[in-house]
């Protein structure tokens, strides 16, 4: 249900983890997200803590990678995600956001992240009401999109990074009481740069299109529930 090691981006490699140990390192960065000053402050992530949340080792299965300068994960997790507050704060007013560091070394920083929509993968299976029949999986809702990031500290000096997120939402047939009901997600996180004057240069992880591909990947081993 989960990537193959083959249908990785060229230069990652798996690494050992567990759907515990990944939500025991997400906790920190999301609890930090909590006390920050989001501009527009109605474009604050919602949907990551409330999955992480509820996420374990008993309802998912995880996959991490790792190249030179990127970390990569695929998830599969019961239940849904709210994609729709996925797609809330990172479009329309919420397509560029800046946040400000309250606490910490980095207090006064501020985080512009400008997050661009990605068309989806195109699968087969197509219909109204789908978009996308995967072995027994029905794809009903995807949402696939790319962050440039800055960050930026009290005295000018500046770092950045880019990364990429897709979500999909698909049941299996049967009853509709949720039990049927799964999360797709991939992530792609390029290392941010060191912070310099005047603005550095930032590479990507993966292309756009490598990234697109990547997650049509992903929904094709879902599709092996």
């Known amino acids: 249900m989960l990537l193959a090691p083959s249908a990785l981006p060229s230069g990652f490699s798996p690494v050992t983890t567990t759907v515990d140990e990944l939500v025991r390192a997400n906790a920190g960065p999301l609890d930090a997200v909590a006390r920050m000053r989001f501009a527009p402050p109605d474009c604050r992530p919602t949907a990551d803590a409330e999955l992480n949340n509820r996420m374990s080792d008993e309802n998912a299965a995880v996959l991490a990678a790792r190249s030179l300068d990127a970390s990569l994960t695929n998830i599969v997790v019961a239940g849904t995600r709210d994609i729709d507050a996925d797609v809330r704060e990172r479009t329309g007013n919420c397509a560029t956001t800046r946040t400000t560091i309250t606490e910490g070394t980095r207090t006064g920083a501020v985080i512009t992240a400008e997050h661009r929509k990605l068309t989806p993968p195109k699968l087969t299976g197509e219909r109204a009401g789908r978009l996308g029949l995967l072995g027994r999986l029905e794809v009903t809702q ?19 990074s880019v990364s990429f997120a897709g979500y999909a939402a698909a049941h299996t047939p049967g009853p509709d009481d949720g039990k049927n009901r799964f999360t797709v997600a991939v992530t792609v996180a390029g290392a941010a740069t060191p912070f310099a004057k005047p603005f550095p240069e930032v590479s990507e992880p993966v292309t756009d299109k490598e990234f697109v591909e990547l997650f049509g990947r992903a929904l094709s081993a879902a599709g092996r529930l």
């Open 142 to 160: 995807m949402f696939v999109f790319r962050t440039d990031t800055t960050t930026t500290m009290p005295d000018g000096a500046t770092s950045r």
